[in-house]
Each structure stands twice: as C-alpha cells, then as structure tokens.
C-alpha cells in the first residue's frame, strides 16, 4: 500500500514538477504522506504532526540516513561529515564529538565573549548608519554578524584583520555553499553513465566542481592556518583546535581516526549549517516585527523595561525577557530556516500511517507545512507571539507540530549555539534601534506580501 501522490510520468517521474516541491506546493492535496518519484528516486513527503512523530521517534533508527547526491558528496568531502553522513560509526563518532566537545555548553560559554563582542561592534556599526541616515541592507548586515562569530568560534578567524578572508568574500562563500547543497544533477536522480553523460553535457558538473573549488580553498586556508606552529603554540581554543590537538594525539588502535578530510567535513557543516540558518531567522524575525507595529512594540516595551540604561547587552539579559523569546519562538514557527529539514533516507522497509514505504526511500518533513497545519494552529499565517502565552509548545524536538531543529538522532547538534545567535543578535537591534521601512517602499505591498523578506530598512537610534 504505497502512498498517494501527483501522477508521474514514464522515467522522468515527477521531476517535471520539481519547482512546486514543499514547503508551499504540492503536499497539501495529497494528505500527509505524499510519494512522489524524481528520475529512479522515490521521495516521501511527511506533512502532518502525527506522521512526523511516526518517521522522527517511533522509527527514528530506521529513517536517520541521508541520501547522497554529487553537491553534498563534495562539500561533505565524500560524507566524512555529520551534517550528509550516512548512518553509521563514522557519523556517530563525529556526532559524538560534536555534542561532547564542539557545539557543547561548554564550548558556548568560552565562545560567549566573542558573541558579544561582536554584536557590540554591530551596534556601533548601526549607529552610524542611524546618524547619517543611510539605510541598512539587513541580509548582508546579518550574515555578516553570524558570519563573523562564526569564523571566530569555530576557525578562530577574526574577519576584521584576516589576511585570506574578509567580511564580503564570507558572505559570498555562505551562497556558494547554498548553492551546492541544493544543487541537483541528472546523476542524482538518474545514477549511472546516462546521468553523468548528462551531466557533463549540460555543463552542471563543470558549474559544480567550481563552485566547490572556490570553498575548498577557503577551508584549505583556515586549516593550513591552523597548523603553523604560531597558531599551534597559541592560546586559543576554536573548534578546529580541539580537532587538530585530538588528530596529533589518536595512537594506531584507536578505533576511529579523524582525517584531514574530517577537519574539513566539520569546517564545511559548521560554515553551511550555522549561518545562513542563524541570519535567515533574524531577517525573518525584522521583517515579521516591522510588519506588524503592535508586536514590535510590545517586544521593545518588554525588553527596554526590564533592561534599563545598558550601554552594551551581554547574554544572561536574555534570560530575563519572556516575550522577546515568545516572539522568537513564533518566528522559528513560521519560518524554519530549513523548511523540509534535512533529507533522511529509510534504511529498511517502514509503515508510516499505514503506508508501505521501501528501504531506500527519502524522506522530507515538511517541518513549514506541519507549523502552519490548520488543525494544529489556530489562525496558522498570523505572525502572533501571544499564541505561545498559554501554550508550552517548544521547538526543542520533542512536540511534532513544531521542528525547526528536526528530532531524534539526527537533530541540529548546534540548536543551543543558533538560538543564542538569533536572540543575542535580535536583542541588540531591538533594544537600540527602532526600526522602519524606507519611505519609497509602499508599505502595502510590503505588508501583504507574506512570502518575502525585507531587504532595506530605515534604522534609528533609540
Ligand atoms: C537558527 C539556527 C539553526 C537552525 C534553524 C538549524 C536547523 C537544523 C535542522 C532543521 C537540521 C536537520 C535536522 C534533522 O534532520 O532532523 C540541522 C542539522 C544540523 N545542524 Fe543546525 N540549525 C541551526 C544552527 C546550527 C549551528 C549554529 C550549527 C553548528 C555550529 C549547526 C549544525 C548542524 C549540523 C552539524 C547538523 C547535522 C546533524 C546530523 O545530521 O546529525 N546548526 N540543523
């Protein structure tokens, strides 16, 4: 009994309708399991809470794989990653290591001051755009912030003084990178010598090979930086430190061995899946917050009451605003940063719903559907914190109507480190600024057009 689905053409499947996947196409008309079928793959696309909980806990060990394709095999450096790893003791060392060591409390804590630091030279930044009453570009302003602590966090790069890098060539990496992990060939969907024929007529795999090229270098550098003796000696603790001292000090028996190509696979997860997802979510939050004055207002009332005459905010402020982390809370709902999360692939045969899904079959959350299920939420398009008042909905992985971070084995590994760099990053723009649209934008059409985020916006200072 395989699920329902759009019908599908001889060889080419549903390919054909590749442009209307999910989040926002497709899935709705076909219930909660969708199957459809790209060239040779099957797909199955998960829309409701119940069928998540089924394929994300109840057969979480038999859905935690992730299907290859050329563009993740390269920026994984051939899955010696966490983030396209399939499953297996490579991911779970890596993983394992990750949680214990990289993205843990701990290393949170020791990284705390850069967080701020950073954020404060924003804030500095913004001041001057708010005095000469220029306007500000807020995707680049964002994926700069995130951008920057994130190189320092995790390669120890001050983009402000680095020779090899700076703040624009970062941000123009952070798309390349995009770029290749959606990118799809015709060998991903049709393996064999047909699929990479095509793909070398089409020029994909030329297109392809470049853009990693550029990253390879940029990953090759923070790692070659890494192994001089200066920064060897040096007191520093990034998280490609830890994985250079725990390489020089593995012995013959050791049952798993990091290699170069997992100090680049973690370099690659830590730049593809920290700062786009980071910023997406802070662009998101501006755009919903100047779009709608009241909650704006109540945000700015809440955290400006509570923290009074700052002249820099530092992280344990945010543990005294309640709303502000309602308000956030309600952007992670709306607009996931990775709206389908992850592909999963099954690795046996499965029910979910009653359907037969095959071993090897992908699988998509669709993680926007479910938190915009009718069913499920009340006025489900409204951007509306107060929703969260009476409700202990969290996003932390265990209720099924709210998954920006996945679930079970596979689930963000840097969750605590993104939430800090949205709410440290949104507080500080709220709490020194008040925010407008530029006045040649009409606000109408800005306002009514839901599925688009804001670009350039007026700052003032408080
Ligand atoms: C707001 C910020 C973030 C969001 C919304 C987000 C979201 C996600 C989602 C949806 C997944 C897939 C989960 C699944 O398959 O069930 C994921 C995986 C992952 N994320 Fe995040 N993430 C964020 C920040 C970060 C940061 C800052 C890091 C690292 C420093 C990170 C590292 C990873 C890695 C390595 C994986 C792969 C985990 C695995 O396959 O085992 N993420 N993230």
């Not at 008040?434 to 408080?462: M, T, Y």
């Amino acid at each position: 009994k395989l699920p329902p689905g759009p019908k599908k053409l001889p060889i080419i499947g549903n390919l054909h309708q590749l442009h209307e996947l999910p989040p926002r196409n497709l899935s709705p008309n076909y219930g909660p399991v969708m199957l459809l079928r790209f060239g040779f793959v099957p797909v199955v696309v998960i829309s409701s809470k119940e069928a998540a909980e089924e394929v994300l806990k109840i057969h979480d060990l038999d859905c935690c794989s992730r299907p290859e394709t050329a563009g993740t095999r390269k920026i994984s450096y051939n899955f010696k990653d966490i983030g396209f790893a399939p499953y297996g003791e490579e991911w779970k060392a890596m993983r394992k290591l990750s949680v214990v060591e990289l993205f843990s409390t701990k290393k949170l804590n020791f990284s705390r001051y850069i967080r701020e630091e950073e954020n404060d030279l924003l804030v500095k930044k913004l001041m001057d755009s708010a005095s000469r009453r220029s306007l500000v570009n807020l995707k680049r302003t964002l994926h700069t912030l995130v951008g920057s602590i994130v190189c320092r966090i995790g390669f120890g790069i001050n983009l402000h003084e680095c020779e090899f890098i700076d703040e624009d060539r970062v941000v123009d990496l952070v798309h390349k990178s995009e770029l290749l992990e959606m990118t799809s060939l015709f060998s991903d969907f049709f393996p064999g010598g047909i699929g990479r024929f095509m793909d070398w007529l089409s020029g994909q795999k030329k297109r392809l090979d470049l853009v990693f090229s550029d990253l390879d270098t940029f990953f090759q550098n923070i790692l070659n930086d890494h192994l001089k003796p200066v920064r060897r000696d040096a007191e520093s603790s990034d998280i490609i430190n830890v994985m250079v001292d725990m390489m020089e000090k593995q012995r013959d028996g050791d049952s798993f061995k990091l290699t170069t190509d997992h100090l680049k696979g973690m370099i690659s997860d830590i730049f593809v899946a920290g700062v786009s997802t980071s910023a997406s979510t802070m662009i998101w939050a501006m755009t919903e917050l100047i779009r709608n004055p009241r909650v704006m207002k109540k945000v700015q009332d809440e955290i400006r009451t509570t923290l009074v005459d700052k002249e820099s905010l530092r992280e344990e402020d945010l543990n005294k605003l309640h709303y502000f982390k309602l308000m956030v809370k309600e952007i992670f709902r709306l607009h996931p940063a990775a709206p389908l999360l992850l592909p999963r692939e099954t690795m046996s045969h499965i029910k979910i719903q009653g359907y037969d899904i095959p071993k090897k079959t992908q699988i998509l959350v669709n993680a926007y559907a479910i938190a915009r299920d009718p069913n499920v939420w009340k006025n489900p398009d409204e951007f509306d914190p107060d929703r969260f008042l009476e409700s202990s909905v969290d996003y932390k992985g265990v209720n099924f109507e709210l998954l920006p971070f996945g679930s079970g084995r596979r689930i963000c590994p840097g969750m605590a480190m993104g939430i800090t760099l949205v709410e440290l990053g949104l507080l500080n723009l709220l709490y020194f600024f008040d925010w407008g649209l530029p006045e040649e934008v009409e606000a109408e059409r800005i306002i009514k057009d839901n599925d688009v985020a804001l670009d350039l916006v007026q700052v003032i200072r408080h």
